[in-house]
């Protein structure tokens, strides 16, 4: 079974950064897609920047230029550094790991963004 775990949410003033983590948990080695999603409170679960094995990288446009998305392999773990959090940004962010075809998800951690 796997399991993600994050960390790294908080409380934090407009123009501010954090970093959030998500590692699995157990020794997996090939996870071909890893990414980070967020839901705001009363909307959908939106995509906010994934990452290829090979480190390829895509983002929302709402994100790009202020947040970047990184991996670390050899302890299977994911990485949002966001940069220049505005007011909207404020969200629970969840981390996705796609392993043999199965979706995992981290339990969430929460992102406020106000002065």
Request: charged content about 15%; hydrophobic content about 30%; overall charge neutral.
């Amino acid at each position: 079974q796997v399991q993600l775990v994050e960390s790294g949410g908080g409380l934090v003033q407009p123009g501010e950064s954090l970093r959030l983590s998500c590692a699995a948990s157990g020794s997996i080695f090939n996870i071909p897609g890893m990414g980070w999603y967020r839901q705001a409170p009363g909307k959908q679960r939106e995509l906010v920047a994934l990452i290829t094995s090979v480190g390829h990288t895509d983002y929302s446009d709402s994100v790009k230029g202020r947040f970047t998305i990184s991996r670390d392999n050899t302890n299977a773990a994911v990485y949002l550094q966001m940069n220049s959090l505005k007011t909207e940004d404020t969200a629970t962010y969840y981390c996705y790991f796609l392993i043999g075809g199965r979706g995992y998800w981290g339990q969430g951690t929460q992102v406020t963004v106000s002065s």
